[in-house]
Structure formats: C-alpha cells, structure tokens
C-alpha cells in the first residue's frame, strides 16, 4: 500500500519567516495531495491541495509544490504569522480511494 | 447545516468496559471513516465505509467494530476497553465526486481514556 513520509516533525521560526514541509510517497499512482491544518484541540482542516497534472498551486501566502518524478510534494507558507502555528498533514490518495496520511509536523511560529 | 458530529467529546472508561462512539453526518456524503489520533502517530485509519450497510477495515481494526445501518451514521464500538486504545478519535466523511480528490470533513474529535 501506500506510504507516506512527512518531514521535519517540528518546525520552529520566526514571525516573518518561511516555513516548508515535505513529504514523500511510494505509490506512483497517487494523484491527489491535500495539506490539512490542525490547530490545538481542533479538527483538521483541508488548507489546499493539488493534483498530479499540475506541478504547483498557491493561494495567498500558502503554497504546494509537486515533483511526481521524484515521488515528493511539498507545503510551503511565506510570511509566517503566530495563528499559522498548528500541526500540519500531507496525505496522498489514488482519485476517491482512502488518503494515506503523514504524520504531521509541529509549526511554532515565534512572535 | 452541521457538517460532521462526534458523540460523546470526552469519556473515560475502566478496562474492560465497552463504549459506543456516534458519528453523523449530514452533508449526504457516501464515505465515512474512523481514525484514531496518537502523539506522533498521524491520523490512522480505523475502519471505513463506503457506503450504507457496508464497512472494511482499515490500518488498525484490532479491538474495534464498526456499523453503517443509515447512511448518515457511522458508529464506531469497544467492546473490551484496553488502556492502549487511550486516544483521540476522529470521524470523517467525503462524498466520491468520481473526479480525482475528494476532501475530507472530520467531526471535533472524541477523546477517550481508557484506565
């Protein structure tokens, strides 16, 4: 099946500063790629997503970017802020089949 | 329009016992999962349903059973609480649109904390 790699676990920076997240996956047939975003105590939440016939896909000051030769696709976010703080999901899935999630990374954006 | 709903929020259980949790959705959507939520774990799938009267098994089944009688619901059981299924549980639903990618809805999540 599928497996999904997500790094780093914890990410710290600066309010200002960029911040990217990676992940990788296994199964050359995934063409979906969601970012879920999970703020303390809260749900996750779908943040942006992007499909394998595009190679990037950005709104506002998040962005994704995918590389499907090399079987990787990455999160990142400019201009970091406090309430970007949260723990953040890569998934990959084939069409409507079940996501494979990561295993998150921890954002502390310091003010 | 509530979305995704979680019954109850909080529990705590003796081991041995065994619990319900509810999960209702009324967005009309035909897929429904269970996750479990750990420290360090990600979100790990439980079992799931693709449709009503039907449900498969997921990464980690072991010690629970699940049931999709409406479609609407999807109920997830313990029937013997052990201290290792001490965690977060996340419903989630999403509706098969036949494109490629379909979001998923998650509930506010159950925590439940078996001693």
């Known amino acids: 099946g599928e497996n999904v790699e997500q790094h780093p676990s914890t990410l710290s920076v600066q309010e200002g500063d960029s911040a990217v997240i990676k992940c990788t996956y296994s199964?050359?047939?995934?063409?979906?790629f969601p970012w879920y975003k999970q703020e303390l105590g809260k749900r996750p939440q779908l943040i942006i997503d992007?499909?394998?016939?595009?190679g990037e896909k950005k709104d506002q000051r998040i962005a994704v970017t995918l590389n499907k030769t090399a079987k990787h696709f990455s999160l990142h976010i400019t201009e970091t802020q406090p309430e970007d703080s949260a723990v953040y999901f890569c998934?990959?899935?084939?069409?409507?089949?079940?996501?494979?999630f990561g295993r998150g990374t921890s954002l502390i954006v310091h003010p | 329009n509530a979305g995704v709903t979680q019954t109850p929020k909080f529990r705590v259980l003796k081991t041995g016992q065994s619990m319900t949790l509810l999960c209702a959705q009324d967005?009309?959507?035909?897929?429904m999962y269970w996750y479990r939520q750990d420290p360090g774990m990600g979100l790990r799938l439980i079992h799931y349903?693709?449709?009503?009267?039907?449900?498969a098994k997921g990464e980690v089944p072991d010690g629970y059973n699940v049931s999709r009688l409406k479609k609407q619901n999807f109920l997830l059981g313990l029937e013997s609480a052990a201290p290792s299924q001490t965690s977060v549980y996340f419903c989630?639903?999403?509706?098969?649109?036949?494109?490629?990618?379909?979001?998923?809805?998650f509930g506010p999540g159950t925590r439940l904390t078996v001693l």
């Open positions: 989630a639903s999403s509706y098969p649109s036949g494109s490629v990618g379909d979001t998923q809805y």
């Open positions: 199964d050359s047939a995934s063409n979906y």
């Open positions: 992007i499909r394998s016939n595009v």
């Open positions: 998934a990959a899935s084939i069409g409507s089949y079940i996501p494979t």
């Open positions: 967005m009309n959507h035909e897929y």
């Open positions: 349903s693709v449709g009503e009267g039907t449900t």
